[in-house]
Nanobody, 118 residues
Framework: QVQLVESGGGLVQAGGSLRLSCAAS????????MGWHRQAPGKQRELVAR???????NYVDSVKGRFTISRDNAKNMVYLQMNSLKPEDTAVYYC????????????WGQGTQVTVSS
């Protein structure tokens, strides 16, 4: 049974930092693409950052230079370091996994709330 469990969300003032963590089990972690998505109220879910099994990373333009995704294959963990947070970063953040040859993320965590106050 695949499980992705996020942690690390919370309330932070604008300009602050948070580090999200995602613990994965039940999958061959190192062979999967890991992504962080977010969904704000009234908005579509968007892919914020991804870390491929080959070691490359990609970010949505709005977080480039502020967020960093990393993974520890030995611990089956993926992280999202978020710096210089803005109120528009407020959302529920989800960890997700997919096979490299899949178009869609097949496995999802339950989400963790990030709220940035101005």
């Amino acid at each position: 049974q695949v499980q992705l469990v996020e942690s690390g969300g919370g309330l932070v003032q604008a300009g602050g930092s948070l580090r999200l963590s995602c613990a994965a089990s039940g999958i061959i972690f190192s062979g999967n693409v890991m992504g962080w998505h977010r969904q704000a109220p009234g908005k579509q879910r968007e892919l914020v950052a991804r870390y491929t099994s080959a070691g490359s990373t990609n970010y949505v333009d709005s977080v480039k230079g502020r967020f960093t995704i990393s993974r520890d294959n030995a611990k089956n963990m993926v992280y999202l370091q978020m710096n210089s947070l803005k109120p528009e970063d407020t959302a529920v953040y989800y960890c997700a996994a997919r096979r490299p040859d899949s178009r869609y993320y097949e496995y999802w965590g339950q989400g963790t709330q990030v709220t940035v106050s101005s």
